[in-house]
């Protein structure tokens, strides 16, 4: 579940591309608060305490500013391509008690049956969960299913609270034979020479002419 992180922060009073340069070479992030109605509010969060605390994309934060606390969530996470650094964040307020949507990841647990395996065709799902209880991922058991079997949205296990966002009949994984692939033959045995007999062409080493 989402464990909650304070972190200060300061308002943004500059705005704009350089400014935004200037504020990420200071070591702070801009981000944008959205919710409830309210004008956005835009703050400067520490780069490296931010970072470290959105690794989980649905972080629960406390954001602390002039002595007031507000609870937020993580919308919109915008990453440098290259250096995956953080360089923007859009929050969205959120209250306990509330429930909102979130992705998470889609645990697999067991082994199929021997000679399948198993596709996962979506690695997260939408779920509806308490702002302040929100699950890391959701689990599917694949424990012996055989080839054409399906796993569907009504076989996931979620914890005591969350609602899975998905029709039951959505297929989350599936299961297949193992296809064998001809790979031919072997490098070595490719350079194996012919072995040559009695009435071949070529004479034995050391034979005379």
């Known amino acids: 579940m989402s464990d909650q992180i304070k972190i200060?922060?300061?308002?943004?009073?500059?705005?704009?591309k350089g400014a935004s340069r200037q504020a990420r070479r200071e070591g702070k992030i801009p981000a944008v608060v959205y919710g409830h109605g309210g004008d956005p509010v835009h703050l400067l969060l520490p780069t490296q305490e931010t970072t470290l605390a959105v690794r989980n994309p649905n972080a629960l934060l406390t954001l602390v500013r002039d002595g007031e606390e507000h609870l937020v969530l993580p919308k919109d996470i915008q990453r440098n391509f290259i250096s995956q650094t953080v360089a923007h964040i859009d929050f969205i307020t959120v209250r306990k008690g509330e429930k909102v949507v979130v992705d998470v990841w889609v645990h697999v647990d067991g082994e199929a049956a021997p000679g399948t395996t198993f596709n996962l065709e979506e690695a997260s799902v939408p779920v509806l969960a308490d702002a302040t209880s929100l699950p890391e991922s959701v689990t599917i058991e694949i424990e012996g299913r055989k080839a054409g079997e399906h796993v569907y949205a009504k076989d996931v296990k979620l914890p005591a609270g969350t609602t899975l966002e998905l029709e039951d009949d959505y297929v989350i994984a599936t299961i297949a034979e193992t296809i064998e692939q001809d790979l031919g033959e072997t490098e070595e045995e490719a350079e194996e020479p012919a072995t040559v007999g009695a009435k071949g062409g070529a004479a034995a080493e050391g034979s005379e002419g």
């Open 8 to 16: 200060q922060v300061e308002r943004r009073e500059d705005f704009g």
